[in-house]
């Protein structure tokens, strides 16, 4: 059974426009969320993380949203950019330095 | 500086051979994961060490899988008498121990005939 799920496989957005990509959990456990963003032929790379404490955690036109109670995190891209689009992967762990599970991920694409 | 690395990028297998793929952590990382992403997957947990702990190997989908990590750096992923499913990404991570962040390399493209 999946814990980290992504439904959207894809998203396609208008430059400038807002990426709204989300993820849900199962599991209570999770202590520390990340999402990370990965170009074809290379390897994911870190993007913006969360922890269970919080519920919002911004990084210029990155924020990312956690709801507890729903079991729910979302990543807001605003303004989006064609540079963009990408796989966006949400992965959660229940403490820092252990491994992450993820999402099978959402395509991002952004158009000009 | 110098990101993880991973070799070889690519490696065609008959079934039934043995493969060993390699990773390179970030200089004084600590911690080192391996992961694996099957076609229209997620990234798939398989083992993580940490500093001179034993490796939580949870995630091996076999007995064929096995890792090694000498000297608190290089680690040697090895799969024994490949199977066409094990075809997939083989990614290797590393993170300081304390920290979550998982720095990644590019994977290896893993393709049993």
């Known amino acids: 059974d999946q814990q980290v799920k992504q439904n959207s496989p894809s998203l396609s957005v208008q430059e400038g426009r807002i990426s709204i990509l989300n993820c849900d959990y199962t599991n209570s456990m999770f202590d520390y969320f990340l999402w990370y963003k990965k170009y074809p032929a290379e390897g994911p790379t870190f993007l913006i993380s969360?922890?269970?404490?919080?519920d919002k955690n911004e990084d210029g036109r990155f924020t990312v949203f956690l709801n507890k109670s729903a079991k729910h995190l979302s990543l807001h891209i605003v303004p989006s950019q064609p540079g963009d689009s990408a796989v966006y992967f949400c992965?959660?762990?229940?403490?820092?330095?252990?491994?992450?599970?993820f999402g099978k991920g959402t395509t991002l694409s952004v158009s000009s | 500086g110098a990101g993880v690395s991973q070799s070889p990028s690519n490696k065609v297998t008959e079934k039934g051979k043995d493969v060993e793929l390699r990773c390179d952590p970030i200089?004084?990382?600590?911690?080192l994961y391996w992961y694996r992403q099957s076609l229209g997957q997620g990234l798939e947990f398989l083992i993580y060490?940490?500093?001179?702990?034993?490796?939580?190997k949870s995630g091996l989908p076999s007995d064929r899988f096995s890792a090694e990590r000498t000297g608190g750096s290089v680690s040697t992923l090895t799969i024994q008498r490949t199977q066409q499913e094990d075809s997939a990404v083989y990614l290797c991570?590393?993170?300081?121990?304390?920290?979550?962040?998982?720095?990644f390399g590019p994977g290896t493209r893993l393709t049993v005939l």
């Open positions: 991570a590393s993170s300081l121990s304390i920290l979550n962040e998982q720095f």
């Open positions: 060490f940490q500093g001179n702990s034993a490796p939580d």
């Open positions: 969360i922890s269970s404490i919080k």
């Open positions: 992965a959660a762990s229940e403490k820092a330095g252990t491994a992450l599970i």
């Open positions: 200089s004084g990382h600590t911690a």
